[in-house]
């Protein structure tokens, strides 16, 4: 990786699955990072290093395997809490996003009613209809236990949050909010500092699902001004079996504990437990170190490439995508035409052709793009789609893979005649 | 092209112009699925007559997979006795499960054969099987009321 | 690895942790595998392989590597699911036996009232004094939300579960009893056939801990007769990041889930969800497919070895190491003194050294014990010991290791000049 | 070998002859402190006189590090004034972070400098610290209590 120019070419190169060929000798081209993302060598091998030199459980032995071991899953820690800029102590490993936002529901819902974050009858909880289903149901159910209400922000025609009634949505009764940075469908970017503003008014905690920002652009929870924030490491270069729950050390260190268990106590008899300090307070059981050891060689590798660089060459492709792509005839993105506000995600319909169908004669191809609801099956509906096809774009893309999924889209549309 | 083994000439005719396709009012049981790994939904009437299939309507969005599957299942099993219906259930959830091994016995599945394609693409025999199965709860349902209801004269 | 004798030695070489040397160029004796296991080359490769040509998000995707990814994932449940003599859809899989045991006591949690699985006022939850932490605190969280009542089987100064009491432990009351295969402290396997015939005339379900039984010896759920069994991949030569609920599919498919969001869901509108069937009801987001692929590859490793030698071989060294420690002065073995019902886990006390002290001793020989209360703590204060020093045993020590730790343990007494 | 590092003579001493172990009934404050992951514990009574350490006495259980320690803090910080006793600490807290990098600074940590070592052993550091943290929240509680009952004087 040089500090030169960005060459997506030349840095596909460092990720292994790109030498593989996929039906009938196709080049792969991977428009699905959406959905999980490719890994570079360097993260594979920081997990072998991990397992071949420095295994051992944390938190529990004194030997140098073990000292070795805790300095590699506390150095990964550290390295997450600079790429965020927050804190050493504000961030609990989990095993995905989906783990982080239940952990958040389940947290709040384990508070006494005495504690600030008890969610009572009457108190409201505030989501939106781009969520992807990990950023709704855990909230729904939560709701449901305690008797709060939930609303929400619905979405205009065009896919954008709609805030125009953001008085009425976000009253004093909002105890949360929890809301997605970017569509996972449509590629919007909210109006985030707005939400952020009235919520913390009202004094409610804006949770945001940053799944497909942390990825795509560079963030920092102090300028956001966020409570919690939620992703995934398998979306960000990094392994599977990892996510990161970060949240501001005021609030993590006065809520209950989510999963208990092993490492996560101060002290414990039959009958009754007490908490340790934050992150591990959060942490229970012998953790994923190998999967935090990767995230960490991820996220340093987004850092030598640059935040900026990677966000750029994303915008580049997309913008290239979706101006062709709705010059199609028959064709319709489903999300803003625009690219103010947007990141790197294309969802569109082909008029009489199923998207399943169209991923399929895609996939004939060699191009990976996603069909379906996408996890947001509110959305689907407010959009009036059954489903549809998805384009999502990463550093590893090029323009040939643009050139490649348009020429698909004639492709499909011959292949069914319409 | 394996993509032509996937969409035979048979299936993009059922897929454009669906059999059975419309709910009927006269009907014994209605159910309705979801394949929620990609939102298409079906509903499907059914009605049987002396453990007879007499008819089957249905409705939905789906994959020309899924709606060429449901066309040709109902026109198949329409007018068949409900064991022979499931003898060919079973006989094409076999086919489903073949990996691209059989082709399909086609005195038995007749235009459903076309549908031997799918068992080499795993994340569509979902598609193919939906209405399948969506026949399979119904007469399921259908056939245990008709049990019971039957009991119920029996007892009253 | 062959199908004759059994050679750890040779069988190290598969290991490639082994190659390394610990403080000034010792050899590594690592005796913590009750913490956790090393790892194989084969499961590394596993994890690899999937990573550089099958990478891509389950249940989702219609295009060849999604085909690849789902194959091999669900391929690793059926391996699971084999080797605890289960089926497929019994296997669920989790981040550790930690949330494994969490989701069960969550998802009871969770029931409503009408539910056979509801916990309520009255209602009794066996554990034991042996319980690990992880199998302890969320069954005592759960009682605290249910108001139920938590009763236990206490210990015997020999370190055996005292059943003589068994009757008025587990009463008509008793809805679940939760209880450790074989203790992580003393090595103690438990009688399960005589508490689970109690659990089962009674109505209770049964919920085994099996994180140090699954790796060491042949598991048969259907033999034992339990309902629910948990561990972690990471002690039988898995990854990190994975662990494992096995469950009798008549109960999973009745009970509620824990994590909510993407792919475990029916159905989604803005205010409700319905769920998918099992496994997939119990698996939210993204999975840890990577994890699970390397667990199957771990278990594949251990089944060419066979479960039996593999158990044997640590019952060799075990009695081994038994009757030399037990035979130095001042050292006391916490547990069974003899092979009767035991594992391959020895703790012991040197007199007049704290435990910390001796790990540190015999780490400068590099020798990897854990010191400690092992995450569990009223045990500890059962056997009247502020902690213990713990050696475990797996399929890679060797009578070398034993001899060493003997040896290890004289130096300690020397350099304290006790 | 770097265990001798570890266990300088001085620690040993300390371990088995500790000086201010069992509690005192003279105190300001008491405070319990555990180390959750060895299970090690500590209960330490603090008398304050005038924004002076009066006296400590301490007892637990716990490895040679964190007696030792204990030992030698107690006796080192008995009859300083607290903002000497918390400069004392800053200086220990350092050494503990200095990853074997500094012998230490003799003129104020006195015989503390014997657990230079424990840096070189990062899981070790937790029970050096054990019970100066213990004094640090003792000494903190006990100003703050002294603080409010003097605010409670004034106003009342
Ligand atoms: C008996 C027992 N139960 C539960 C656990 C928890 O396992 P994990 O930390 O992998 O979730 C362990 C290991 O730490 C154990 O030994
Ligand atoms: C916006 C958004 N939120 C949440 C998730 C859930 O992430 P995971 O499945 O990795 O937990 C995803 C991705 O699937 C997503 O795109």
């Known amino acids: ?418 | 092209m394996d993509l032509d083994s996937l969409y035979q000439e048979v299936i993009l005719d059922h897929y454009k112009h669906p059999l059975h396709k419309g709910l009927s009012e006269e009907k014994t049981i209605q159910v309705h699925h979801v394949n929620p790994s990609c939102g298409d939904e079906i509903t499907l009437n059914l009605l049987l007559e002396a453990n007879m299939v007499a008819d089957i309507s249905w409705d939905g969005v789906g994959c020309s997979i899924s709606q060429a599957s449901t066309s040709i299942m109902s026109d198949l099993l329409i007018g068949k006795s409900i064991s022979e219906a499931f003898s060919i259930l079973d006989e094409f959830s076999g086919l489903m499960q073949s990996k691209g091994g059989s082709k399909g016995n086609e005195e038995v599945l007749e235009d459903a054969v076309a549908l031997a394609g799918v068992s080499k693409f795993p994340a569509r025999i979902k598609c193919a099987l939906l209405g399948w199965m969506a026949f399979k709860d119904a007469a399921s349902q259908g056939m245990s009321d008709e049990a019971s209801n039957k009991q119920g004269e029996e007892n009253g």
């Open chain 1, 1 to 418: 990786m040089t500090n030169s120019v960005f060459d997506p070419v030349a840095l596909r190169s460092d990720f292994p699955i790109f030498q593989r060929t996929v039906r009938g000798g196709a080049r792969l081209v991977f428009l699905d990072s959406g959905a999980t993302s490719q890994k570079p060598r360097s993260v594979l091998d920081a997990e072998r290093n991990f397992y071949e030199n420095h295994n051992a459980a944390v938190n529990r032995g004194s030997y140098l395997l073990a000292e070795e071991a805790n300095a590699a899953y506390e150095s990964a820690r550290q390295s997450v809490a600079d790429f965020l800029n927050g804190k050493f102590e504000e961030v609990i490993f989990t095993k995905s996003a989906t783990e982080s936002l239940n952990l958040l529901a389940y947290s709040f819902g384990n508070s006494q009613s005495s504690s600030k974050f008890a969610v009572k009858p009457g108190d409201g909880i505030v989501v939106s209809e781009i969520e992807h289903h990990a950023n709704l149901i855990p909230w729904q159910q939560l709701a449901k236990r305690t008797g709060a209400e939930l609303s929400w922000f619905s979405v205009t025609p065009e896919g954008r949050l709609d805030l125009s009634n953001i008085d009425q949505v976000i009253t004093e009764k909002t105890k949360i909010v929890a809301i997605t940075h970017q569509s996972n469908v449509l590629g919007t970017i909210i109006p985030l500092a707005e939400i952020v503003k009235r919520a913390h008014a009202v004094g409610a905690l804006v949770v945001l699902d940053a799944c497909q920002s942390v990825p795509h652009f560079s963030i920092d929870v102090a300028a956001l001004g966020i409570d919690f924030l939620a992703f995934s490491g398998h979306k960000a270069l990094g392994p599977t079996g990892i996510g990161v729950l970060w949240g501001r050390s005021e609030l993590l260190s006065e809520m209950e504990p989510f999963l208990t268990g092993g490492s996560m106590i101060e002290s414990v008899t039959m009958t009754d437990a007490t908490w340790a300090p934050i992150p591990r307070r959060f942490e229970a059981g012998v953790p994923n170190m190998a999967q935090a050891v990767g995230l960490e060689a991820a996220l340093k590798y987004l850092t030598e490439v640059g935040m900026e660089r990677v966000h750029g060459h994303e915008l580049d492709l997309t913008a290239s995508a979706l101006s062709q792509i709705s010059d199609i005839p028959g064709v319709k993105v489903v999300g803003p035409l625009d690219m103010k506000d947007r990141g790197g995600v294309i969802s569109f319909t082909v008029e009489g052709v199923h998207p399943h169908d169209v991923g399929q004669v895609l996939d004939s191809f060699g191009i990976a793009v996603r069909t379906g609801h996408h996890c947001a099956w509110p959305l689907m509906r407010r959009m009036n789609v059954v489903g549809t096809t998805r384009a999502s774009f990463y550093l590893y893309n090029t323009e040939d893979d643009v050139v490649a999924l348009v020429d698909g889209i004639r492709s499909v549309q011959k292949y069914f005649g319409v």
